[in-house]
Nanobody
Framework: QVQLVESGGGLVQAGGSLRLSCAASGRTLRSYAVGWFRQAPGKEREFVATISWSGGNTRYTDSVKGRFTISRDNAGNTVNLQMNSLNPDDTSVYYC?????????????????WGQGTQVTVSS
């Protein structure tokens, strides 16, 4: 079992930045791809970014490319999501998730372990 806890959410003005962290316990994240997803009120959960177990491969949804950066520290058992140039459309609950599927999956069905989420609110 892998327990995931997100942190770093909050309220920020448009154009600002936040850094989300996903910390794991119970088992090392070293053998898992880790992804970030988000869900806004009344909308389906959507893929944001993912990183391979080695950190060598990443994938982003188009709307965050060039603004968000995913990284991992396997020694520290954490995965981070640096979010810059935030806009109100980024307002959501952000979830991290771990997948044992090879590669960098972008579908939530491939992720077996999920955190509880952290709220990100961007004001205009």
């Amino acid at each position: 079992q892998v327990q995931l806890v997100e942190s770093g959410g909050g309220l920020v003005q448009a154009g600002g930045s936040l850094r989300l962290s996903c910390a794991a316990s119970g088992r090392t994240l070293r053998s898992y791809a880790v992804g970030w997803f988000r869900q806004a009120p009344g909308k389906e959960r959507e893929f944001v970014a993912t990183i391979s177990w080695s950190g060598g491969n990443t994938r982003y949804t188009d709307s965050v490319k060039g603004r968000f950066t995913i990284s991992r520290d396997n020694a520290g058992n954490t995965v981070n999501l640096q979010m810059n140039s935030l806009n109100p459309d980024d307002t959501s609950v952000y979830y991290c998730a771990a997948s044992s599927v090879p590669g960098i999956p972008n579908r939530s069905q491939y992720y077996a372990y999920w955190g509880q989420g952290t709220q990100v609110t961007v004001s205009s």
